[in-house]
């Protein structure tokens, strides 16, 4: 049995995700309660940070395609951080750089949403 | 050559047998004919010893079925039907007793030879003795019946006798009346024939052996009964024969006196022995009914553990039983899960939790508590006066009680008499506690505790009793779990063989033809994954596509996707110019239409065999794999996966890519299955490796079946035996040398 964890930690004017292990189809839903938690708090604008992920499946994928609408329709995104090549080669392969904001660094993607709400 | 007896018994068995009411009715309406009889004939006047043989024999021919049923009793079931035959027999010959009492109030007259004095006296004398005629013989009856059961094997021969001594009585009481009649102060025939009987009957009471078997109860009253009995008894034995009842009595049918004697001194004898073996059983009483309770109680359980496999059942019975076999007046159990203790009370819970954490965390003699006791010793542990220890509070925190909500709502309809109660309950106070833990093999799956009232407490039997069920109950937990799991995985697995096998059938039977290349193609799924897909369609224009695709999901879901997107494949590839627009609409006809988190990958090359091209569209599938002059490379279109973008922005990021070939190039197209491989230590294929194997082996120009074997040889080599986690899925296409065909133009 794989280890996950999903830890949030504000980081105005987001929330960031930091992901810890592995992300396949058993510990996805765990994730999704994050997410779930997060929307249901009316926290919307949120940044995921990939810095501690070994390792992500189709599963994982699937959970931010789920969150990502609830995210946009309330002025909000769920952007995406600190992916290490590997993991990042999933993602590309999906074509997700085209759909999501990928970013190095933490910091860019907050600038991202401070730039675009004026807050 | 049979014996006397048996011949008796067949000739016994021979005779018709009346049920009770309509043997009473018989002996009630010859009692009827009688008085008609009198009337009619004036010989109502006469006294009862001075008639005739008709007037005798009347009595004899009615009293006949209720003979024959006697001599052919009902056999009693069992010992609680014993009981109700005691308590029968008992009643009604009080009832006879306290009616003949009452008759003294009556005004009617017989002079001492039963001769009525008036037409009244004969009529109500006649009414009265209506009682006695009809509960005498049904007392017979029932006292033949209860020294029959569960006697010695020589002892029909006893009952016999009883059985002929009560006949022979009436017969000679009724047919020499003025013989048997009382003199003086001399005992009449009836009781000194009663006497004998009741010798007899004392002899076969002396066993009794129903009487140990009997509730604690039905003990107590067994005692009283008896004794009433007996004085019942004493009074028909010593009936007096001056009296007029008796004069009515014998005036009716002369042999009745004689049958309440004998009756009488047969009830004296053995009301007297049961009083006795009451008396006896009466001290282990106690014992005795616990003793019935355990065993009763664990013989319920031990269907219930075969039977039902929920856990809910299961606790609230154990709860129960725990309780029944110690005596306790509360049982709770303590589940542990994975760190986590939750306290289960049942569906009406005998103490609040709070009174359950009290206990619980209460100090055994070494300072520990309670619970950390029975975890560290693995044993039953007890505590006969508990009291609260100084670090209470916190040993709430770490027992975290989840209430269901039939037990809120079971707490909640008990609360009303929580405040009533409130008094007694706090003399009443739960003080006396014991605890078993609930272990299979090394595993502690929690603990029961079981709880009495301060004044009371728990002996070795109790313990070691508690220790037996909790071992029952723990062995029940745990079969139960491992059925629902065996059950869950059974399902599943049924359920990734239908997957597997509904996925094996969409695949193509047979790869296309052609003198322009080769073609073969194959997917292995994994144990638990079914996602895996590849197709040969049709273009508009003719030219043949290969499809490879994978869907997201395990199992049944995954394999129905496929069947979807094969169908949506097929059904569209016909008015279909490129693989683009096929990407393009298959994505128009899957985005929103499964759950937002599914998507799929594909990948669709369209072959243009003449020209040796082909065309190809990638919707987030892992690369192609081409080989063209002895040089491997991997082909990365730009495309986002299905299902994922609405169809605009999904159009707008697909690549159709264009890819010439020459004679003897390859194309592999794969799932991520292959290069995701592991070896035992973890190490992926990858990628890289792959395409340098066939890259290599490609120089010697293999056919697709040959360059597969190729690879797949490598991949074992380096997964040496570990099982794939992903489905494994390729297609290899040559293009061939055409010599023949070679195109001029």
């Known amino acids: 049995m794989n280890q996950f964890t999903a830890t949030v930690r504000e980081c105005k004017p987001a929330q960031v995700v930091d992901l810890n292990g592995y992300l396949d189809a058993h510990t996805a839903p765990e994730l999704e309660q994050t997410f779930q938690k997060l929307l249901d708090d009316q926290r919307f604008k949120i940044i995921v940070n990939f810095r501690d992920l070994a390792y992500i499946s189709s599963a994982g994928l699937g959970v931010f395609m789920a969150f990502i609408e609830d995210a946009r329709n309330n002025n909000g995104d769920i952007k995406l951080v600190g992916m290490s090549p590997k993991v990042y080669n999933v993602f590309d392969l999906l074509g997700f750089p085209m759909l999501y904001e990928i970013f190095d660094d933490e910091s860019e993607a907050v600038q991202k949403f401070i730039a675009t709400t004026g807050e | 050559m049979q014996t006397r007896t048996q011949r008796l018994d067949e000739f016994i068995s021979g005779l018709p047998r009346l049920s009770l009411p309509k043997a009473l009715s018989v002996f009630g309406l010859s009692w009827g004919a009688l008085m008609l009889y009198d009337i009619v004939l004036g010989s109502w006047e006469r006294s009862a010893y001075d008639f005739d043989l008709l007037r005798m024999l009347i009595p004899l021919v009615g009293f ?10 009902d056999d009693i079931r069992d010992d609680g039907d014993a009981y109700e035959t005691f308590v029968r027999m008992t009643t009604i010959s009080l009832v006879l007793v306290v009616v003949s009492a009452l008759m003294r109030v009556v005004p009617f007259s017989y002079t001492p030879l039963g001769i009525p004095e008036s037409f009244w006296s004969f009529m109500v004398g006649r009414a009265i003795s209506l009682l006695p005629l009809l509960m005498l013989p049904t007392i017979a009856e029932l006292i033949v019946r209860l020294i029959r059961y569960r006697s010695r094997r020589s002892v029909p021969l006893l009952a016999r006798l009883v059985t002929y001594g009560i006949g022979l009585l009436f017969v000679v009481a009724q047919l020499f009346p003025t013989d048997l009649r009382p003199v003086g102060d001399d005992p009449t025939p009836g009781i000194a024939i009663g006497s004998i009987l009741g010798f007899l009957a004392l002899i076969l009471t002396a066993r009794a052996r129903w009487i140990v078997n009997l509730r604690r109860r039905q003990k107590w009253a067994l005692l009283g009964l008896s004794f009433l009995g007996m004085m019942a008894a004493v009074y028909f034995a010593a009936l007096d024969d001056t009296s007029e009842f008796v004069g009515a009595m014998a005036a009716t049918f002369p042999a009745l006196p004689a049958m309440a004697s004998a009756c009488g001194m047969l009830l004296i004898n053995i009301q007297l022995a049961l009083f006795v073996h009451a008396m006896i059983a009466l001290p282990t009483a106690n014992a005795m009914d616990r003793r019935s309770t355990e065993v009763t109680s664990l013989a319920t359980f031990g269907k219930l553990l075969t039977r039902s496999f929920d856990i809910t059942d299961l606790i609230e019975t ?3 039983v725990a309780c029944d076999v110690t005596g306790s007046r509360a049982a709770w159990i303590e589940l542990q899960r994975a760190g986590d203790a939750e306290l289960l009370l049942g569906h009406s819970p005998r103490l609040t939790s709070m009174d359950a954490i009290r206990l619980m965390t209460s100090t055994v003699a070494d300072g520990t508590t309670l619970a950390e006791s029975v975890r560290a010793h693995r044993d039953v542990q007890v505590i ?3 009291h609260p220890t100084v670090g209470a509070n916190e040993a709430d925190r770490t027992v975290q009680r989840r209430e269901t909500a039939k037990e809120k709502a079971a ?5 009303p008499n929580r405040t009533l109660d409130k008094s007694r309950s706090e003399q009443k106070e739960l003080s006396t506690v014991a605890a078993a833990p609930l272990v299979v093999g090394d595993l502690m799956l929690g603990t029961l505790y079981v709880a009495k009232e301060r004044a009371q407490e728990f002996d070795r039997d109790d313990l070691a009793i508690l220790g037996t069920v909790a071992d029952q109950i723990a062995m029940a937990m745990q079969h139960s779990e491992l059925i629902h799991s065996s059950i869950a995985s059974e399902r599943i697995e049924q359920e990734m063989l239908i ?5 094996q059938r969409l695949l193509p039977r047979s790869m296309p033809v052609s003198k322009w290349y080769d073609l ?8 638990l994954v079914g996602g895996d897909y590849y197709d040969i369609v049709s273009f508009s224009d003719g030219t043949l596509g290969v499809v490879i695709a994978d869907v997201s999901g395990k199992g049944p879901s995954a394999a129905l996707y496929m069947g979807m ?7 569209l590839a016909g008015s279909t110019a490129t693989p683009r627009d096929l990407l393009a609409k298959i994505n128009v006809a899957l985005h929103g239409q499964i759950d937002p988190k599914w998507f799929a990958t594909m990948t669709c090359a369209q072959i243009l065999e003449e020209r040796r091209i082909l065309r190809v569209a990638r919707a987030g599938h892992c690369p192609t794999l081409i080989i063209r002059n002895g040089v491997g490379e991997y082909r990365r279109s730009r495309g986002l996966g299905l299902a994922i973008a609405r169809p605009l922005m999904f159009e707008r990021n697909l690549e159709l890519e264009e890819l010439n070939f020459s004679a003897d190039d390859y194309v592999v197209l794969l799932s991520d299955g292959i ?3 592991r070896s035992p230590e973890g190490e992926e294929f990858g990628y890289e490796r792959l395409m340098a194997i066939a890259t290599e082996a490609s120089a010697l120009n293999p056919s697709p079946v040959e360059l597969r074997n190729t690879i797949f040889t490598e991949l074992s080599a380096f997964t040496r035996g570990e099982l794939p986690i992903d489905d494994s899925t390729i297609v290899l296409l040559r293009w061939k040398q055409c010599s023949d065909y070679e195109t001029s133009s």
Not at chain 2, 64 to 73: D, W
Not at chain 2, 411 to 415: C, D, I, K, Y
Not at chain 2, 565 to 571: F, L
Request: hydrophobic share 45%.
């Open chain 2, 384 to 386: 006969d006066r508990a």
């Open chain 2, 499 to 503: 997957a597997r096998d509904l996925q």
């Open chain 2, 318 to 320: 154990s709860i129960g």
């Open chain 2, 565 to 571: 997107i094969k169908g949506v494949i097929q059904a």
């Open chain 2, 64 to 73: 006949a079925p209720m003979y024959v049923r006697m001599l052919r009793p």
């Open chain 2, 675 to 677: 290069p995701e491989a």
């Open chain 2, 411 to 415: 707490r909640v309809a008990s609360a």
């Open chain 2, 520 to 527: 073969h193609a194959e997917s292995e799924p994994a144990q």
